[in-house]
Each structure stands twice: as structure tokens, then as C-alpha cells.
């Protein structure tokens, strides 16, 4: 397999852009892309997106998004792999120039949340859930998270332990251009906010924006930001069947393939973003990655090692809940934040002399998760 | 939930029949054509209606379709086989819910007014009298 390197990134700010259509916000990503890479002559494209099937009525997003991108003829393939559809994309990205089939390709990630009611984002996101028997008992996403919250409540932290992952993400938000949140909000703001799905309260579940991020690969010339570690697993959809409730095994195994691929441990990582879209799997995330033990994450979060001068900085632009969680684009968004940290681009968000970080991007209650590793080389 | 769909679910849902897969036990609600030993022999297997409440939420946003019974608690419930069963817990107020909480099934429906004009049936559960 040839090396991959990460050639340009694009990124827009989440927020609701009522004047632009799906198609306008996966151009503009990709076109910031292209020019930070400085080319033009793209081979193939992946286009990862969750909902538009339910939100636009739009399918066969791979020959409409490149159709809009003014280069019709190129391959395009679409990924679909709820809230992780960015990261598999990447996966699949990282492979098309690996392999040496392609050798220059765009992965757009897109979601347009904001041209329908919540209710209907609701449904669309439950449909990560099976549907005949989960999502049949009316569950949503947050109420999956709920139930895994409330077990981890009894187990291991107090509520306001947990609700601290929310609290540092905005915190890391502030001053950042992309950031649909870019201010503090109190511990107590959060846990004074309504129920979203008892015990978790509606501030600390990411909310609804608009987004796009992009991200140029080419095989590797032995300078820049290297892909080290690429990797997705699964595990069962309904959390009825998991023996244990409490331990997210597909983060786990593909954090341990990515690290396998890179040759690094997890002390290894210099930051690391997760799938904060709630708190609770914002601190699942972090233990899957082995970064803290087990049952410790509520732990890691209240202490300053999490922030950018800290052991491991964690959601240094905000994460899903500051940053804002755009679902299809969410993991590309991440990915291109990991990439102007190790570029040494990230401003006022930098950390230090970082050379490893990572991305770890979950959809369904960690039923799918992708787990990308990249590196600085020079 | 479409016609097809909601009729070819009619006895796992109105009567709690799952699969007992034949090499190894494993059971499973819904049933499924592979196991996770890789046996694809099963037999009939019926959920024991009663269990006790393992973790649980409240639903106050809730998808389409299940806006009349918002708010409601959804469980997660362990039968006294040892299945683990997702379900809407009935028959209570949300702030009566608690762990280890003995619940039974009950046939109840479940949502109506669909595409296809279903009105859909299927398992709850709600607190047993002792």
C-alpha cells in the first residue's frame, strides 16, 4: 500500500445558512479545499452525508455533488454511515489512494439540517437505530445515550461529572472562526436546561447546523500530514444484545487496528477529537481510546490535562457540541481540525509541538466507528 | 411503518416470540438468520413476559409519529431468562420509574396515523401488582 498524505482542507462555519442549498455548502468546502491543496484535477470523489434522503428528498448526492462541483464525468461514490459517515468516508478516501487506484481525491462531508423542523432531524437520526424493533419503542438517539448515561451515573461519576465534557468543549470554542458555539457556558447553565432524555439534559446534546468539510488526499511525498492509521468497526445495533453496556467495543477495536496500523499506543496520541454529540459518548469515546482507563473519563474531563496544554488535549476547536455536529460533515470537520493542528495552523486553539492526533467518529450508539490516525512527518 | 412490514412482524410483536439458535442457546428478540456462533438452526423461542427495569429514559422529544404519548419512558428490561428487551414501560407516571423495577408486558398500541394508515400494535410493558 502506498502512503497517503493529506494534500489541502476546507472548512465552513457551522451554522444555518438559509440562503444556500445543500449543493452550495459542499462546493464551498470543497473549493477551500482545493485552492489550500493548490490543485484542481480531482480523480475521484467521496461524498459523505446521513440525511438528505429525509431532509432535501435528495438521493444520488455522489452525481449531484459533482455535478455542482462543474466536473461531471469524475467517479464519485457516496458514503452513508449515520453520525460516522465522515470518518468511514475518509476510510474509504484513504484507501481509493492507497491502493493506487486514484490519486488525487476530494471527500466532502455535507449536512443541511436546518431546511426542516427538529422533529423530522429526530426521526432521520433514530434511523441509525434498527428500525422494526428500537426505534419501533419510539427511542431516539439522545434516549439510547440516555439509558447508557444513566448506567455510567451509577457506575462511575456524578451527573455534573459528566455534564463537564459540554462545559470544556464550549471552552475550547471560544475564539474559534468555524465554531457554530464559540462561548463559555457554565456547568450550571447546562445542568439547569431542560431534559432532553432524562438524565440528559438538552445542553449537553450537540444541536442542529448546517456544514461542510473537505479534505484533499494524495499518496505521500514524505512531507506534510500523513495518514498513519486508518480503521472502522461495528458492533451490534441494539444495545439489548451487548453483553456489556458500559464498554463501546467498536471504538475500542478500531482505536486498537489504527494504533496497530500507526505503530503507536495510545500514549502516543498528542490530541484527540470524539464524538462528543452527547456527553456521555463524548466520554465513552475517550476510554474506547484507551486514553484514559475505563470508568475514568468523567474523571479526565474535569481536569486540565484535556486542555491544549494539558496531557492529552481533547476537541481543541469545540467538538461536536461547540463546534457544532453537521452530521455527514461532522467527521471531516474533525479530521481537518486534526490537520491544522499537526500543519501548525490552529491559532489560538494550538497545541504545542503537536506530531500525532487522532479522530474518533461513532455513529448509532457506537454500533459503527471510525478511528483515523494522522501524523507529521517533517 | 409500512403494510408489509408491520404484517410480517405480527406474531414476534403481538406474542414476544423470539429464536433460541439450536448449537449454542444464544437467544434473540428480534430473531435473526445467523448467530453469533454461526449456527443458522433455530428454534421458536418465547420471551418470558416479566422482568425487571436495568436502565431507562424519558423521551420528551420524540420522533414522528409518537407525539401523543410525550412524555414516556422507554427501558431497557431484563426478563427473568436473562433477555434483554427494549420497550416503552406503560401504566406509570415518568417520575415513578425506577431501577430494578418488576414489569410485565402488555399488548398495547404502539402508533397510528402513518403513511399507510396502520394503526400498529405491539408489546409494552408496565409495572407488575404485586
Known amino acids: 500500500m502506498r502512503k497517503v498524505k493529506v494534500a489541502g482542507v476546507g472548512l465552513i462555519p457551522v451554522k444555518e445558512y438559509w440562503e444556500k442549498s445543500i449543493q452550495d455548502l459542499f462546493v464551498d468546502a470543497s473549493l477551500i479545499a482545493m485552492k489550500d491543496a493548490g490543485i484542481e484535477d480531482i480523480e475521484k470523489i467521496y461524498v459523505s452525508n446521513m440525511c438528505s434522503a429525509q431532509i432535501q428528498e435528495q438521493l444520488n448526492l455522489a452525481a449531484v455533488m459533482t455535478d455542482f462541483l462543474g466536473k461531471p464525468g469524475i467517479p464519485a461514490t ?21 491502493s493506487g487506484y486514484s490519486n488525487v481525491v476530494l471527500v466532502t462531508g455535507v449536512e443541511k439540517m436546518s431546511d426542516v423542523l427538529p422533529e423530522i432531524i429526530t426521526t432521520s437520526l433514530a434511523m441509525a437505530e434498527e428500525q422494526e424493533y428500537t426505534s419501533y419503542t419510539g427511542v431516539t438517539k439522545a ?28 471552552e475550547h470554542a471560544v475564539g474559534c472562526k468555524h465554531a457554530q458555539y464559540p462561548f463559555k457556558m457554565s456547568l450550571e447553565r447546562a445542568m439547569s436546561s431542560p431534559m432532553e432524555a432524562d438524565p440528559i439534559h438538552i445542553m449537553e446534546c450537540s444541536g442542529i447546523g448546517d456544514g ?33 453496556l458500559l464498554e463501546m467495543k467498536a471504538i475500542k477495536t478500531a482505536a486498537d487496528k489504527a494504533y496497530n496500523m500507526a505503530g503507536i499506543q495510545s500514549s502516543d496520541v498528542d490530541l484527540a477529537e470524539v464524538q462528543d454529540d452527547f456527553t456521555i459518548n463524548g466520554i465513552l469515546g475517550i476510554e474506547g481510546l484507551g486514553l ?87 | 411503518m409500512s403494510v408489509p412490514r408491520s404484517w410480517r412482524n405480527q406474531i414476534p410483536r403481538y406474542r414476544l416470540l423470539g429464536e433460541m439458535c439450536k448449537s449454542c442457546g444464544a437467544i434473540y428478540f428480534p430473531s435473526r438468520p445467523i448467530c453469533k456462533c454461526g449456527s443458522t438452526e433455530f428454534e421458536p ?33 431484563e426478563l427473568e431468562d436473562g433477555v434483554k428487551i427494549l420497550t416503552q414501560i406503560v401504566d406509570i407516571q415518568v417520575d415513578e420509574i425506577s431501577k430494578g423495577m418488576k414489569v410485565e408486558a402488555v399488548f398495547r398500541k404502539v402508533k397510528e396515523d402513518g403513511i399507510d394508515g396502520i394503526i400498529q400494535y405491539g408489546y409494552k410493558f408496565r409495572p407488575v401488582i404485586d
Open chain 1, 292 to 378: 484514559t482507563k475505563i470508568g475514568e473519563g468523567a474523571k479526565l474531563v474535569n481536569t486540565q490535562e484535556i486542555d491544549k496544554e494539558g496531557r492529552i488535549p481533547i476537541n481543541t476547536f469545540g467538538g461536536l457540541k461547540a463546534r457544532g455536529n453537521p452530521i455527514g460533515a461532522t467527521g471531516i470537520y474533525q479530521l481537518a481540525e486534526i490537520t491544522l493542528q499537526l500543519q501548525n495552523k490552529a491559532l489560538g486553539h494550538q497545541v504545542e509541538g503537536a506530531r500525532i492526533g487522532l479522530a474518533q467518529n461513532m455513529g448509532g450508539m457506537a454500533s459503527i466507528c471510525a478511528v483515523n490516525v494522522l501524523r507529521r512527518i517533517n
Open chain 2, 45 to 77: 423461542y418465547k420471551l418470558v413476559e416479566k422482568g425487571t427495569v436495568v436502565t431507562w429514559t424519558v423521551i420528551t422529544n420524540p420522533p414522528l409519529g409518537y407525539e401523543k404519548y410525550t412524555p414516556y419512558v422507554v427501558a431497557l428490561v
Open chain 1, 78 to 98: 457516496r458514503i452513508e454511515a449515520s453520525s460516522a459517515s465522515g470518518g468511514v468516508a475518509f476510510h474509504e478516501a484513504v484507501q481509493a489512494v492507497a
Open chain 1, 143 to 170: 434516549g439510547i445515550a440516555a439509558m447508557i448515561h444513566r448506567l455510567y451515573m451509577e457506575s462511575y461519576a456524578s451527573p455534573e461529572e459528566i455534564c463537564m465534557m459540554a462545559v470544556k468543549s464550549h
Open chain 1, 212 to 244: 461542510a468539510a473537505s479534505i484533499i488526499l494524495v499518496p505521500s511525498d514524505g512531507e506534510g500530514v500523513e495518514v498513519a492509521g486508518t480503521a472502522i468497526s461495528t458492533d451490534y445495533t441494539n444495545i439489548a444484545q451487548r453483553s456489556n
